[in-house]
């Protein structure tokens, strides 16, 4: 199997984490109780009811905010999966 590209998987990943956030912010601001409902099917019994939007509303300043956050974070994540990928890959009788 190839190398991965750190540079390309983190962007990649990047892009992926934007493309999601901001799907995320829309699904709030269009269906706030469904996306919350949504969310909540994830956890298990835990209620995130506390953390409607009502409480504190979207701002575009904060969508922005949180988008760059999770594409840095996706960037992160994807080049340090390539980097232990490639790693691991190099390591005889890992694979």
């Keep these: 199997m190839d190398r991965i590209n750190?540079?390309?998987?983190g962007f990649a990943?990047?892009?992926?984490f934007a493309l999601l956030n901001a799907v995320c912010a829309i699904a709030v601001t269009l269906w706030p109780q469904g996306t919350l409902d949504f969310?909540?099917?994830?956890?298990?019994?835990?209620?995130?009811?506390?953390?409607?939007?009502?409480?504190?509303?979207?701002?575009?300043?904060?969508?922005?905010?949180g988008l760059v956050g999770v594409a840095a974070?996706?960037?992160?994540?994807?080049?340090?999966?390539?980097?232990?990928?490639?790693?691991?890959?190099?390591c005889p009788g890992c694979h």
């Design 6 to 9: 750190p540079w390309t998987t």
């Design 13 to 16: 990943l990047a892009a992926t």
């Design 39 to 65: 969310f909540n099917a994830w956890f298990h019994g835990i209620s995130l009811a506390p953390l409607q939007v009502a409480s504190k509303p979207l701002t575009v300043g904060g969508v922005l905010y």
């Design 73 to 90: 974070t996706g960037f992160a994540v994807g080049a340090v999966y390539a980097v232990s990928y490639n790693l691991i890959r190099r």
